[in-house]
């Protein structure tokens, strides 16, 4: 059989990098006594009255397609929320739209809004798909670093100096993934003033805006003049322990959700029937469900991150999500080494900062939703690690 000559994927699938997270979890798929803090997976079950609703949706022959907008019903419910929450008011008809996890809103975002050469403004590190996203849509990157010594909070001088006449868009995970992180209000008021001063769109991943610590969730689209140029992404998979229904959303304003949802019909077509009638469950009655999973990450945050600062990998304190973000720099390897040496002589698997940008370079992420005894031991392995290789 003929061999092609000619260079068949595109130049943009060949410009990004697989993921540094990938390499780990098949090589923790083979290792069954292994403590995992690599995947940014709650530990917990779908409440069973959410698992119910998803049943009870199959059990009734209610699999057609929904609208490409996702259910009357569970938009409403998502205005509902975000007016009671933040004041915020959306038409669910027009200005909703439910998605295949938050990672489509992301995907839908850059696409809607990028053009070639475009220029996209976001913290480093940040989630390993949003570079990825820019880049397919044939947007240019332009990681912004964050430093421990300002808790890993994006600045807006930073942001400021990275502004050029080719910025098109900011892209804000806040809370961020991988460190933690949470923008403070006079930040964001400041990121928002640039946005208006120079014209820009600003992309807010929101998927961990219910797991914050010791204060609330500011969202940028509450700011002075922002809801007209602030796309909003939010979702189930955190709050409710519901990644594998994938099942998100993104607010935005009508002409540009319109758009989003030209890309969505041809893509996608519509989130699953079942799914959409979980989510419903879990607006509706699953508060109680997010403040118990809310209370027992903080505890188990709380304990972990003392026990990182004892072993003497110095670690922030995370404001939001349930990611620890250590630095192991003084242990004399790097973070790839670090992780997989880890990972092989006390089977515990965190995953390099460095995967989530240049700025994770000497850090590594463990996330700390599993179970605390697990926790626990995971430390008591780490130190044993750290003090053979010290």
Request: net charge negative.
């Amino acid at each position: 059989m003929d061999t092609l000559k000619r260079e068949v994927l595109s130049q943009r699938v060949r410009q990004v990098k697989p993921s540094g997270i990938r390499k780990f979890f098949d090589i923790i798929n083979t290792m069954p006594d292994v403590i995992s803090l690599g995947v940014g997976e709650p530990d917990f079950v779908t409440p069973e009255h959410i698992r119910q609703a998803g049943i009870e949706s199959i059990k009734q022959g209610r699999t057609r397609y929904t609208s490409n907008s996702g259910t009357v019903e569970l938009r409403e419910e998502i205005a509902s929320l975000f007016q009671s929450r933040y004041g915020l008011t959306y038409d669910p008809i027009s200005q909703i739209l439910v998605t295949v996890g938050v990672s489509e809103g992301v995907d839908l975002a850059m696409r809607t809004i990028i053009d070639p050469g475009d220029e996209v403004i976001s913290p480093d590190p940040g989630y390993v798909a949003y570079e990825a996203d820019i880049i397919f849509a044939g947007g240019v990157p332009v990681p912004v670093p964050t430093y421990a010594q300002y808790n890993f909070g994006v600045r807006a001088a930073e942001i400021a100096a990275a502004i050029t006449p080719r910025t098109k868009m900011i892209l804000l995970g806040n809370p961020n993934n991988p460190t933690g992180a949470v923008i403070p209000r006079e930040e964001l008021e400041a990121i928002a003033k640039l946005a208006v001063e120079h014209d820009l769109i600003v992309v807010s991943d929101e998927v961990y805006s219910r797991l914050v610590y010791g204060s609330e969730h500011v969202s940028i689209a509450t700011l002075p003049q922002m809801q007209e140029r602030t796309i909003i992404l939010d979702g189930f998979s955190k709050a409710y322990a519901m990644t594998g229904w994938r099942v998100g959303y993104v607010l935005a304003p009508v002409h540009i959700l319109g758009a989003m949802l030209k890309v969505h019909q041809y893509a996608i077509m519509c989130a699953g029937t079942a799914a959409q009638e979980a989510a419903l469950q879990a607006l509706r009655h699953g508060e109680a469900d997010v403040e118990r999973m809310h209370a027992d990450y903080a505890r188990r945050g709380r304990m972990f991150v003392e026990g990182l600062n004892r072993i003497g990998l110095p670690t922030c304190e995370p404001r939001g999500a349930f990611y620890a973000f250590p630095y192991i720099g003084n242990t004399g390897m790097s973070d790839e080494e670090f992780a997989e040496k880890l990972l092989f002589e006390e089977e515990v698997a965190v995953v390099p900062g460095s995967s989530f940008g240049a700025a994770g370079k000497n850090y590594v992420r463990a996330a700390y939703c599993t179970a605390y005894e697990q926790l626990e031991e995971a430390l008591v392995r780490i130190e044993r690690f750290v003090n053979k290789h010290a």
